[in-house]
């Protein structure tokens, strides 16, 4: 049975540059050879996305998020492979494209749905629709030129999605205009998710790409390196970002990413930075009674042992909660502890001890290790990330009237 | 038989972006709409009144009509004007919309046919203008006028596809468009335009029968001035040489469109 509404098969798309231009010329006409530099900015991409899926595609600036959504939407052709699209793609590549700010919103609407291919009778009745979505009220018949950008926002939202796509692409765009706006253009993508859209989605923030998409797709030069739940793929991709910052001297063993069994049953992935120096590690949960409840006082201890001299090493911990929202991060660094030279196989110990007002609920402990820090949060060699190194659990306390994420202990006065 | 059915699912887009074109000129404009008649009349008035009345340029063999050297200059001024809009425009079209190339889906022919559609509505502005003065000048149109069409239909279709061709080529090579600016003032002059072929030195006058537009504009001429149907060899040669330079354009359109989104 095939459900996929997107079937990528072997995808590749190489830029040729030739020589001289000439010989693009020539091998139109069948003459000459391929010019020497052909750049793969896309290499044997295969995936496929059912009718409703929400994929988020994840990668850093040139790793050819840009062209893999260019090649769907068919803006551009693929050099090898194919796309196979089952519907109609709508993309949000860039809002207000082609606006004309001396015609009113009404013209310029009239003229994006022509672009899209609408038919005149259908094209008038897109304009009511996207008139009410809008709602721009008067302004649909005033200039675009007199608009602010959310307007221009709210008007090119509503051109791009006045009729529900099969494959809806959203780029960054949809991150301008106002929180109200911004929501009602989330729950027209949740309705059309519902009436079996596929949506791919492009974001530098980890919060939209958690919220929105429920499987992420990593691309790291051209290639597809990873295609899980959004929140393994995220993980991965800040653990190798992390990776990235850190300085490594000649000579010092660099750290690697290791993929290890997921701590919730949800996850796919589970990724560890890692040097092979760090030989032990514990970390405990220290508190009173057989439970931790919300209000009660934490400590956690992490103890390590280096198989390699280290003249300064930190330790970080972090909290996230189910829906990846970081609640707390931070380190022995950046809190502005002393540390000092630490000798292979001699134990090294971190503790933390906070009261623990989280609000009852399961939450993910982030362990970091890392070694000599610098500016303000950076370090010159990491040893050890996990990002969900232990759930935990937060049971009700005494102190029960409030909700939230975290326990603010305000002192509540009445003045009558 | 795609790109026709294309073209025609697109059309309301065509439409709408010649009119978008048009009105932006003189959106805010008080006037608006009435400056599409009034600059093509204000251009035609200038020569009617200036070159005959004031400077009394007098067309050779045609001394006893007042206007004549007027209506022999608008007459191939506008054939010179609707071809080098034309191609001009062509040649940077697809790097104009380079934005929206790589960013929408359409089908890119609709492009040229833009650029052709609103030269061809400018053209018929400038023709309303001129009957409108040489009516009134006493100068009325003849029957030969059933010949325009015809000549115009030549005009735009080799400036299509000369320009179709130039403007694939200036995608990849930037140069292009530069020639082309040059190459079109140069043709201005090689053309007889503003004078009579008569006053070329016999030596290179034979030169301008290379020049397709010799041909498409003797024809304006022979239509509007001398009131006869333009030379039929020539303009049947031109008008093969404009369906060899579409077809060509369009293989090459083919050919090249996929590539032009990669270099825009």
């Given at each position: 049975?095939?459900?996929?509404?997107?079937?990528?098969?072997?995808l590749?798309?190489?830029?040729?540059?030739?020589?001289?231009?000439?010989?693009?010329?020539?091998?139109?006409i069948?003459?000459?050879?391929?010019?020497?530099?052909?750049?793969?900015?896309?290499?044997?991409?295969?995936?496929?996305?059912?009718?409703?899926?929400?994929?988020?595609?994840?990668?850093?600036?040139?790793?050819?998020?840009?062209?893999?959504l260019?090649?769907?939407?068919?803006?551009?052709?693929?050099?090898?492979g194919?796309?196979?699209?089952?519907?109609?793609?709508?993309?949000?590549?860039?809002?207000?494209?082609?606006?004309?700010?001396?015609?009113?919103?009404?013209?310029?609407?009239?003229?994006?749905?022509?672009?899209?291919?609408?038919?005149?009778?259908?094209?008038?009745?897109a304009?009511?629709?996207?008139?009410?979505?809008?709602?721009?009220?008067?302004?649909?018949?005033?200039?675009?030129?007199?608009?602010?950008?959310?307007?221009?926002?709210?008007?090119?939202?509503?051109?791009?999605?006045?009729?529900?796509?099969?494959?809806?692409?959203?780029?960054?765009?949809?991150?301008?205009?106002?929180?109200?706006?911004?929501?009602?253009?989330?729950?027209?993508?949740?309705?059309?998710?519902?009436?079996?859209?596929?949506?791919?989605?492009?974001?530098?923030?980890?919060?939209?790409?958690?919220?929105?998409?429920?499987?992420?797709l990593?691309?790291e030069?051209?290639?597809?390196?990873?295609?899980?739940?959004?929140?393994?793929?995220?993980?991965?991709?800040?653990?190798?970002?992390?990776?990235?910052?850190?300085?490594?001297?000649?000579?010092?063993?660099?750290?690697?990413?290791?993929?290890?069994?997921?701590?919730?049953?949800?996850?796919?992935?589970?990724t560890?930075?890692?040097?092979?120096?760090?030989?032990?590690?514990?970390?405990?949960?220290?508190?009173?009674?057989?439970?931790?409840?919300?209000?009660?006082?934490?400590?956690?201890?992490?103890?390590?042992?280096?198989?390699?001299?280290?003249?300064?090493?930190?330790?970080?911990?972090?909290?996230?909660?189910?829906?990846?929202?970081?609640?707390?991060?931070?380190?022995?660094?950046?809190?502005?502890?002393?540390?000092?030279?630490?000798?292979?196989?001699?134990?090294?110990?971190?503790?933390?001890?906070?009261?623990?007002?989280?609000?009852?609920?399961?939450?993910?402990?982030?362990?970091?290790?890392?070694?000599?820090?610098y500016?303000?949060?950076?370090?010159?060699?990491?040893?050890?990330?996990?990002?969900?190194?232990?759930?935990?659990?937060?049971?009700?306390?005494?102190?029960?009237?409030?909700?939230?994420?975290?326990?603010?202990?305000?002192?509540?006065?009445?003045?009558? | 038989m795609?790109?026709?059915?294309?073209?025609?699912r697109?059309?309301?887009?065509?439409?709408?972006?010649?009119?978008?074109?048009?009105?932006?000129?003189?959106?805010?404009?008080?006037?608006?709409?009435?400056?599409?008649?009034?600059?093509?009349?204000?251009?035609?008035?200038?020569?009617?009144?200036?070159?005959?009345?004031?400077?009394?340029?007098?067309?050779?063999?045609?001394?006893?009509?007042?206007?004549?050297?007027?209506?022999?200059?608008?007459?191939?001024?506008?054939?010179?004007?609707?071809?080098?809009?034309?191609?001009?425009?062509?040649?940077?079209?697809?790097?104009?919309?380079?934005?929206?190339?790589?960013?929408?889906?359409?089908?890119?022919?609709?492009?040229?046919?833009?650029?052709?559609?609103?030269?061809?509505?400018?053209?018929?502005?400038?023709?309303?203008?001129?009957?409108?003065?040489?009516?009134?000048?006493?100068?009325?149109?003849?029957?030969?006028?059933?010949?325009?069409?015809?000549?115009?239909?030549?005009?735009?279709?080799?400036?299509?596809?000369?320009?179709?061709?130039?403007?694939?080529?200036?995608?990849?090579?930037?140069?292009?468009?530069?020639?082309?600016?040059?190459?079109?003032?140069?043709?201005f002059?090689?053309?007889p335009?503003?004078?009579?072929?008569?006053?070329?030195?016999?030596?290179?006058?034979?030169?301008?029968?290379?020049?397709?537009?010799?041909?498409?504009?003797?024809?304006?001429?022979?239509?509007?001035v001398?009131?006869?149907?333009?030379?039929?060899?020539?303009?049947?040669?031109?008008?093969?040489?404009?369906?060899?330079?579409?077809?060509?354009?369009?293989?090459?359109?083919?050919?090249?469109?996929?590539?032009?989104?990669?270099?825009?």
């Amino acid at each position: 049975m095939n459900t996929s509404i997107l079937d990528v098969m072997g995808l590749e798309k190489c830029f040729h540059s030739y020589a001289r231009e000439r010989h693009r010329f020539m091998a139109w006409i069948g003459l000459g050879k391929q010019g020497p530099g052909a750049k793969k900015v896309l290499e044997n991409i295969s995936f496929r996305i059912a009718p409703g899926e929400a994929v988020g595609v994840i990668g850093e600036n040139g790793a050819g998020k840009s062209t893999l959504l260019k090649l769907i939407a068919g803006t551009m052709r693929p050099t090898r492979g194919t796309i196979r699209v089952d519907g109609t793609v709508s993309a949000i590549l860039e809002l207000g494209m082609g606006f004309n700010g001396e015609f009113t919103g009404r013209r310029n609407a009239y003229h994006a749905a022509a672009l899209l291919g609408f038919s005149r009778a259908d094209a008038g009745g897109a304009l009511e629709e996207i008139c009410r979505f809008s709602e721009l009220g008067g302004h649909f018949d005033q200039p675009v030129r007199t608009y602010s950008s959310g307007m221009r926002m709210r008007l090119a939202f509503s051109v791009a999605t006045a009729r529900r796509p099969d494959i809806l692409i959203v780029d960054e765009a949809l991150s301008v205009g106002d929180a109200y706006f911004q929501h009602k253009c989330m729950q027209r993508i949740r309705a059309f998710r519902e009436a079996g859209t596929a949506l791919l989605f492009v974001s530098h923030s980890q919060h939209a790409l958690r919220m929105l998409c429920s499987r992420g797709l990593l691309l790291e030069h051209g290639r597809l390196v990873m295609d899980a739940d959004a929140a393994s793929v995220i993980d991965y991709y800040r653990a190798a970002t992390v990776r990235k910052c850190e300085i490594n001297e000649p000579g010092d063993p660099g750290s690697r990413l290791e993929g290890l069994p997921p701590v919730t049953p949800e996850r796919q992935a589970r990724t560890v930075l890692s040097r092979g120096t760090v030989e032990e590690l514990s970390v405990d949960m220290l508190f009173d009674g057989d439970a931790l409840r919300s209000g009660d006082w934490l400590t956690i201890r992490i103890r390590a042992r280096f198989s390699g001299h280290y003249p300064e090493p930190h330790a970080g911990i972090g909290v996230r909660n189910a829906l990846g929202v970081v609640i707390y991060e931070a380190n022995t660094y950046t809190l502005g502890c002393a540390s000092g030279p630490v000798a292979a196989g001699r134990l090294f110990t971190a503790a933390f001890r906070f009261r623990c007002d989280l609000f009852p609920d399961t939450y993910e402990l982030m362990i970091g290790l890392a070694d000599t820090g610098y500016d303000k949060d950076a370090f010159e060699r990491s040893l050890f990330f996990d990002q969900a190194f232990r759930i935990f659990e937060v049971l009700p306390g005494v102190d029960t009237g409030w909700t939230g994420l975290y326990n603010l202990r305000p002192r509540a006065e009445v003045h009558l | 038989m795609g790109m026709i059915h294309d073209i025609w699912r697109y059309r309301h887009f065509i439409v709408s972006s010649v009119h978008s074109e048009l009105a932006t000129r003189f959106v805010r404009s008080r006037l608006g709409g009435l400056w599409m008649i009034v600059q093509p009349l204000a251009q035609v008035l200038m020569y009617a009144l200036i070159l005959s009345a004031v400077l009394s340029a007098k067309l050779p063999g045609m001394e006893d009509t007042r206007f004549a050297y007027a209506v022999y200059l608008l007459a191939g001024i506008a054939g010179w004007s609707l071809f080098s809009e034309v191609v001009g425009r062509s040649a940077r079209v697809f790097i104009e919309n380079a934005e929206l190339m790589k960013k929408m889906v359409f089908p890119r022919i609709c492009l040229p046919l833009i650029v052709a559609g609103t030269a061809l509505v400018n053209h018929a502005f400038l023709f309303a203008a001129a009957f409108l003065v040489f009516v009134a000048l006493g100068h009325p149109p003849q029957a030969d006028l059933a010949w325009l069409p015809m000549v115009v239909l030549v005009n735009l279709g080799l400036a299509m596809g000369l320009g179709l061709v130039l403007g694939v080529f200036n995608v990849f090579v930037r140069d292009v468009g530069q020639l082309v600016d040059l190459a079109l003032q140069y043709g201005f002059w090689f053309t007889p335009i503003v004078y009579m072929p008569q006053i070329l030195p016999e030596n290179i006058r034979f030169l301008l029968q290379f020049n397709p537009l010799y041909w498409v504009v003797t024809g304006y001429q022979n239509i509007l001035v001398f009131h006869a149907p333009p030379a039929p060899g020539g303009l049947a040669l031109v008008a093969a040489l404009a369906a060899l330079f579409l077809l060509a354009a369009l293989r090459l359109f083919r050919r090249a469109a996929p590539e032009m989104v990669d270099v825009l």
